[in-house]
């Protein structure tokens, strides 16, 4: 009897053991098989199942991000032994994980996107970072749009901005903050979590990504917090008038 559990099992072991390019041949029908079935070569005709699966799951919407994804992700089966191995052999923890992951792909919306998770999901493996900080960065990558994520990616690490009706989202999102220079004007940079979401995710394969950021949340610098407008201020401002 097939259920939803089993399926997170199923797709755990495989990333764990099985190495994903050897299903890379096949269309998405293969990939469905491999995935629920562990077998990509299943003979028999698997109909019934297919539809089980998919009165449980976005059908092939859902698995055709899930390919991108881990065929993103991992470029070879030496990754796929690097990500299990974060696990220490924990197999309840590592089967939890990827059930996140796995319900993070499912409400990606664009191809994009799934593309920036697997950038990150690469560094969260190859680059020391921790699981509290890949959710976080998963989280903005699932909030932003992809107009968003793509404006912070085509910008340069120490750009300025100019306030807008997109940056105002940005800092919404965390991914821009407020400075002030000498004489107490206000402009706008990357954050740190601008900063770590372009080194690690959206500019994750560019040449000039070298960047010095830590990859444990807790070791990342807070954002500045906006500070409310004073009375004294906002009387200063009404003067002006009078």
Not at 72 to 81: A, K, L, P
Not at 176 to 185: F, G, L, M, R, T
Not at 209 to 223: F, Q, R, T
């Amino acid at each position: 009897m097939w259920n939803i559990d089993s399926q997170y099992n199923t797709i755990a072991h495989i990333i764990e053991t099985e190495d994903l390019k050897e299903y890379a041949e096949g269309g998405i029908e293969a990939f469905i098989k491999a995935m629920v079935f562990n077998d990509k070569a299943l003979q028999y005709d698997v109909a019934v199942e297919i539809k089980n699966i998919m009165f449980h799951m976005p059908t092939a919407i859902f698995w055709g991000k899930m390919r991108r994804y881990l065929y993103g992700t991992f470029r070879n089966f030496s990754d796929q032994v690097k990500f299990a191995s974060k696990f220490n052999k924990d197999n309840k923890k590592y089967v939890a994980f990827v059930k996140k992951q796995i319900n993070l792909i499912n409400i990606l919306e664009s191809d994009y996107k799934v593309d920036y998770y697997a950038n990150l999901t690469r560094c969260y493996f190859l680059c020391g970072m921790d699981d509290a900080l890949y959710f976080r960065l998963a989280k903005i990558i699932q909030n932003c749009t992809s107009e968003e994520l793509d404006y912070v990616r085509d910008a340069h690490y120490y750009d300025v901005f100019q306030n807008n009706a997109l940056i105002s989202m940005l800092i919404m999102q965390g991914l821009i903050s407020q400075e002030y220079d000498k004489d107490n004007n206000t402009y706008y940079v990357l954050s740190i979590f601008g900063k770590l979401l372009k080194k690690c995710s959206l500019n994750l394969e560019d040449e000039d990504n070298k960047i010095d950021i830590p990859m444990i949340y807790s070791e990342v610098e807070g954002i500045p917090q906006m500070e409310p407008i004073k009375f004294s201020a906002i009387d200063g401002m009404m003067k002006i008038f009078n």
